[in-house]
């Protein structure tokens, strides 16, 4: 048998007012990714699942995050917000080219699972014509509610149409719906707005179903998995139902962390094995920490890619373009950005390394700090191989320190300095008997001891 075809349509021409901020709704973020993103992401992919976003007028900033994440994506412009049946219409055309399953899912709901979506399609497969996500809302104020009349569902009641009676049901729409993809036109096209908000209510469709003499199902999830988000608040309680869920994810795939509840992860965030994340770490999105990396407590670390065995912080910050190598090490307040730092490396301690490269094995004293911005531009420093860097150097960008040089404590470096050479500018006379001297000679040495 082949594969169904898919439309998935994606509401999120919302204006989402009661978030009170000038961003669209779908654009605020879960666990380090847009709520369409964990949407998107959800949905059905592959051969024969296309995808279309309905989006608000002036929204051009949510039609490209749907494109950066499907660029197979296409998005349409409802004009007017009538309803959610009325959004639906505005993908039309997409509609009309006619599928196996449509589904319909709002751009507020990020904690759907890819599970859920195949198990609401099955129905469709055994001849329903529409199948309706349901839960048992704690709460359900808001929600439409879904009427079951000897076991068969008969309609979804919206909130300011029900009766008394209807607004005791707990069982409510999640507002996700798949619908026989031949006969959904059909369907939607009759939905009307003689209600109390002069609506077009996509959940008017189970009714219309029914009218048809057609089956509408029910198939339930938990409170958890629709929550929809509306306020600021609602955003919070998903940010932390994600946590949970991630945070079981990582131990389950043997991540050590002795307080998971104080560690916050990415939905993207991706570990080797026997990774170590003490108490009180914030991961943001894009981050990779390979087998057996240990990050201390405090840190903050936002796409990078943290190398086997490397060791991070405590109270490290990690930026944008960051890549620690094999076994190295940034220690305590020390930030990156932009910054390759190879094999061995070693920021012991207080140090800012942006735009950079750092050869294998590179020791950069505390205090290092890398002048990257002239106040006009920023400009890119190297340090090469086993280069050495005294305590409390500025290394002003552009600028090269080469292979084996040494760098005096103090230095202000605003010339490149050659391989092996020993740069000490405005620096301790000390240097250059005392420990560049030791350091040079200890080079030569085959196996030269820890120092
Ligand atoms: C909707 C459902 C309700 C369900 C609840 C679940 C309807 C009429 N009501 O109510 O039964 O229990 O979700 O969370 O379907 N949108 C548009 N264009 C519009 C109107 C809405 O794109 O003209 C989008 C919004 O951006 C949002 C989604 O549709 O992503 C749902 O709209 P919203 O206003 O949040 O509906 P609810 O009142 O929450
Ligand atoms: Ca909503």
């Known amino acids: ?56 007028p002036d929204h051009e900033a949510v039609a490209k995050e749907a494109k ?14 009538l309803g959610t049946a009325h959004a639906v219409l505005a993908a039309r055309d997409a509609i009309t080219r006619g599928v196996d399953d449509l589904l319909v899912v709002f751009g507020d709901t990020p904690l759907i699972s890819a599970a859920t979506f195949a198990r609401l399609r099955a129905p469709l497969k055994n001849g329903a014509a529409l199948a ?18 000897d076991d068969r569902l008969v309609a979804i009641r919206e909130q300011a149409d029900a009766s ?23 369907i939607i096209e009759k939905v009307g707005n003689a209600n109390s908000k002069s609506e077009y209510y996509l959940s008017d469709a189970v009714a219309i179903v029914r009218d048809l003499g057609l089956e509408a199902v029910v198939i339930e999830t938990s409170e ?19 946590q949970t869920r991630l945070r079981q994810a990582a131990l389950d795939a043997g991540v050590t962390m002795i307080a998971p509840e104080t560690v ?18 914030v991961i943001g999105p894009g981050v990779s920490i390979a087998d057996g990396a240990v990050i201390h407590s405090f840190c903050h670390i936002v796409q990078a890619s943290i190398g086997k065995n490397a060791s991070v912080g405590p109270y490290a910050r990690m930026r944008p373009g960051t890549s620690l190598g094999e076994g190295a090490k940034i220690g305590n307040f020390v930030e990156t950005k932009a910054a390759t730092l190879e094999a061995g490396v070693k920021v012991n301690h207080l140090s800012y390394i942006g735009d950079a490269h750092v050869g294998t094995g590179a020791n950069i004293g505390a205090g290092t700090i890398i002048c990257n911005y002239d106040g006009f531009g920023k400009h890119r420093t190297t340090i090469g191989k086993g280069a050495f860097v005294g305590s409390n150097s ?3 960008a552009p600028v090269k320190i080469g292979n084996g040089a040494y760098v005096g404590s103090g230095s202000v470096i605003t010339r490149d300095v050659p391989d092996d050479a020993l740069a000490v500018e405005r620096g ?3 240097n250059r008997e005392g420990g560049a001297a030791r350091y040079r000679q200890m080079k030569t040495k085959p196996n030269p001891p820890k120092v």
Request: hydrophobic fraction near 45%; aromatic fraction near 4%; glycine fraction near 10%.
């Open 1 to 56: 048998m082949t594969a169904r075809t898919s439309l998935t349509i994606v509401l999120a021409a919302g204006e989402g007012t009661r978030m009170r901020s000038s961003m669209p709704k779908v654009l605020h973020p879960v666990a380090g990714q847009t709520l369409l993103a964990h949407v998107l992401g959800a949905s059905p992919q592959g051969t024969g699942a296309a995808l279309a976003v309905v989006i608000g």
């Open 68 to 81: 950066r994440i499907r660029p197979d994506a296409t998005t349409f412009i409802q004009h007017e917000r």
């Open 132 to 149: 309706v996500l349901g839960f048992r809302a704690a709460d359900a104020t808001g929600y439409g509610r879904l009427l079951v009349e």
């Open 164 to 186: 008394p009676a209807e607004r005791a049901i707990k069982l409510s729409n999640a507002g996700v719906m798949a619908f026989d993809g031949r006969k959904a036109l059909e």
């Open 224 to 242: 958890d998995e629709v929550r929809g988000i509306n306020t600021k608040a609602q955003l919070a309680e998903a940010e932390q139902v994600m």
């Open 264 to 281: 916050y992860l990415a939905a993207d965030t991706t570990f080797g094995n026997d990774v170590t994340i003490e108490p009180f770490v």
């Open 394 to 396: 500025s290394l002003v």
């Open 428 to 430: 301790e006379q000390t």
